[in-house]
């Protein structure tokens, strides 16, 4: 059983930056391909950003392209998610999603095995 934990979450102003990171509990972790889902309150888990488990091809929301950057550090077991120019739209629980499968993780959440438990960011204005 892999065991993903967030942080980094926080509040934050419109503008402002965050990196979340999701720490994986064993090192098979960094085979798997990886997601990054938000929830904001009465609506449905998104997607945000995958990347896969070589750590070569990379995939974004189109609200995330270009503000978001995935990435992996494997000496770290650990995924982050930068997040640049926030703004109050981004406010939710941000998840990581690993997928032990072959295959590609894509934006469907039927596509992770394991999810962490979620860390709040919020934007204020």
């Known amino acids: 059983q892999v065991q993903l934990v967030e942080s980094g979450g926080g509040v934050v102003q419109a503008g402002g930056s965050l990196r979340l990171s999701c720490a994986a509990s064993?090192?098979?972790?960094?085979?798997?391909?990886m997601g990054w889902f938000r929830q904001a309150p009465g609506r449905d888990r998104e997607f945000v950003a995958s990347?896969?488990?070589?750590?070569?091809?990379?995939y974004y929301a189109d609200y995330a392209k270009g503000r978001f950057t995935v990435s992996r550090d494997n000496d770290k077991i650990t995924v982050y998610l930068q997040m640049n120019s926030l703004n109050v739209e981004d406010t939710a629980v941000y998840y990581c999603?690993?997928?032990?499968?072959?295959?590609?993780?894509?934006?469907?959440?039927?596509?992770?095995?394991?999810w962490g438990q979620g860390t709040q960011v919020t934007v204020s204005s």
């Open positions: 990347l896969r488990g070589n750590g070569g091809a990379l």
């Open positions: 999603a690993a997928r032990a499968r072959t295959g590609r993780a894509g934006a469907d959440v039927n596509d992770y095995d394991y």
């Open positions: 064993r090192r098979s972790f960094n085979n798997y391909a």
